[in-house]
Every structure is written in C-alpha cells, then in structure tokens.
C-alpha cells in the first residue's frame, strides 16, 4: 500500500510539472495536425486529383504539422451531405456542389445562372470574386478555403438535340438551377446528383443531361448518350466549394492558417485550369467515339437564350425579396464575364 502510494504522489507530481512546462496545451500542439477531408469527385477524376495534391501541398509546407486523410468520391459523406458534414464535424474539410443543398444558399445562385460562360477559369475567377465582394452571410457557417466554377454547361443527350422542339418532353438531369434551365428548354427536370447519373443515363431513366463536357470523359457519360449540344449563348456554370470546418480552422496555429491560405490561392486557379483542360478532354473523347457535336446557329442560340432570360429576373426578384441586394449581383457578374 505504501508503494502504491508512493507511486501515486509520483504520478500527481508529474503532471503537475506538466501542466506547468506546457501551459495552455502547447505539449499537444507539438503533435500532428489531422484532418480529413470528404470530395465528391471519384479518386480518377482529375478534380479529386488535385483535390487529393493540395492535401499533399498542405502537409509538405506545414512540414508535417498537418497530416489530411482524403476520402474520394463521397465515401466519407454522400456528396450532397458534404456541406452539412463539415458544419457537423463529420469531416474537416468537404469539397461538393452548392446547387446540391437546394435553397440553402440563395445568394451564391447567382454564379449557376445561364449567363453565357465561355471557360472555366472565367467562371472560376468570377466566384472568387463574387465571394471577395459581397462575403455572402449564407457561408458564415463554414470557412471558405477557395471557390471554383465549372466551364459551360452544356446539353448532352441520348438522341441529337438541334432545336427547342427536339427538348420538348425530354426528361434531362439537372441539379439546383440547371433544373429551371431544363424546364425554360421545354423539358422535364430529373434530379440526380453527378455520381447517379451515369446509371440513370444508362437505363434510360433519363434521355440526357446539362453538365460541362468533362463529364463526357470524367464520369464516363460518353459511354451512355450520342450527342452533345453546344449552346454557348445560355451555358451556365456550377459553383462549387472547398470548406473548413469553423472550430477546426480555428484551432490551427497561425503559422498552419497561413499556408492554408497561401495554398487555397494557388489551388484556386489550379482548379480553373484544370476544368478547361478536362473539358478538352471530354470533347477529344466523344469526337473518337463518334458521338455527334452539334454547334448552334447564331439565330437558334439566341433563342435558346432568350428562353432563359427570365431566370435572370427571377433571380433578382427572388434575392430582393429575401433582403439580398440580387440586382447589384447580377449586375457584378455581367460586368465581370463583359470584361
């Protein structure tokens, strides 16, 4: 009993001395920094490749102070539970789709309009400074690492689609906005997130579906439709996210924060490249497929676009009546996508 005593006392003493030689945890903070991080993008897709290399850019800076464990293609949470996992703790950081968490971002919808994007960088450059302007409040929740958008979202379908009677009735995936787009093109809007759509395509559940052309190579939809349609005056574009955690990012050291923040910039434009150069790719692989691309006229591009003007109003109207400044918005991104 004595020696257990003893043994005891000893055990208190050095805890005590603990305490006082690494006041306010810094003997903890000496340890690894991990995270994990949950992408919708499957691990070959070339968006999850650079998602999983800033990951490796992160702990490379940080000289392994921060060790992050990359969960591909929503296997940590389903790629529309990404956004509310990381509010939750579930994972870290997530990397997903607004449009995906259907009115929850009202403001940000302003980016998934069909206001005539030509690249992925533009639109890309567009969010980023969309977010640096008005700091939406929808996104408080979270803290944002970096934004991206997608290059022109474009009509891929099982059978070719030259004229808005060709859409007529046609049942097209679409998500978020895209399904306003589909419905303003006279056809029926299926939602399914990115993961679904192959197999929905496949088993004819769908007739096609409105993405960038990537998705004709990334996720393997030129395998599954003939056609793509390509009506530059009315693509849109998706916004897309890479958040943190708000307790999380708090927690890091201010030396850790800062290469956060140098890296999230780099990987930023990394991203919009990396969507125009997959959308080349997607195009190379349905042009050695076979499948048909059919370019627009002048005359029926500006009436697919005149189709979907009213979303731009409607957006503003909708915004206005919920205390957003929606006109002053759109106005910023014309203006943007203008120069």
Not at 159 to 169: Q, R, W
Request: glycine share 8%; charged share 20%; hydrophobic share 45%.
């Amino acid at each position: 009993m004595k020696k257990m005593s003893e043994a005891l006392i000893v055990s208190i003493l050095f805890a005590a001395l603990v305490c006082v030689a690494f006041p306010n945890n810094s003997f903890a903070a000496d340890a690894t920094i991990k995270l994990n991080y949950s992408s919708v993008f499957p691990a070959p897709h070339k968006n999850s490749m650079v998602a999983e290399s800033w990951c490796r850019e992160v702990e490379k800076r940080t000289n392994g102070k921060v060790a992050v464990t990359y969960f591909p293609g929503g296997t940590l949470t389903p790629a529309a539970q990404i956004y509310d996992g990381v509010v939750n703790g579930i994972s870290d950081i997530g990397f997903s789709v607004f449009a995906y968490s259907r009115g929850k971002f009202p403001f940000l919808e302003v980016i998934d309009l069909p206001l005539g994007y030509k690249s992925g960088v533009q639109a890309t450059a567009l969010v980023n400074a969309f977010y640096a302007k008005f700091a939406p409040k929808e996104l408080d929740e979270v803290k944002v690492l970096y934004l991206h958008a997608h290059g022109p979202g474009f009509v891929h379908s099982k059978t070719p689609i030259s004229t808005l009677d060709d859409f007529k009735g046609k049942k097209i995936r679409a998500s978020g906005i895209a399904n306003k787009i589909v419905s303003a093109f006279g056809g029926v809007p299926v939602g399914t997130t990115m993961p679904e759509t192959y197999e929905a395509l496949r088993t004819g559940i769908v007739e096609g579906s409105v993405a960038p052309v990537e998705s004709l190579k990334g996720w393997k939809w030129g395998e599954v439709v003939s056609s793509t349609t390509l009506n530059y005056a009315s693509a849109y574009s998706t916004a897309l996210f890479v958040v943190m955690n708000k307790g999380k990012w708090a927690a890091l050291p201010p030396d850790v924060q800062k290469v956060f923040t140098e890296v999230n910039q780099e990987w930023a434009v990394k991203q919009g490249k990396t969507w125009d150069e997959i959308d080349a790719e997607g195009m190379e692989f349905i042009k050695a497929r076979g499948n048909k691309i059919i370019s627009l006229s002048p005359e029926e591009d500006a009436k697919w676009a005149e189709k979907v003007k009213p979303m731009l109003a409607e957006y503003v109207a909708s915004a206005t009546a919920k205390g957003l400044p929606g006109e002053e918005a759109l106005k910023f991104c014309l203006d943007f996508l203008k120069k």
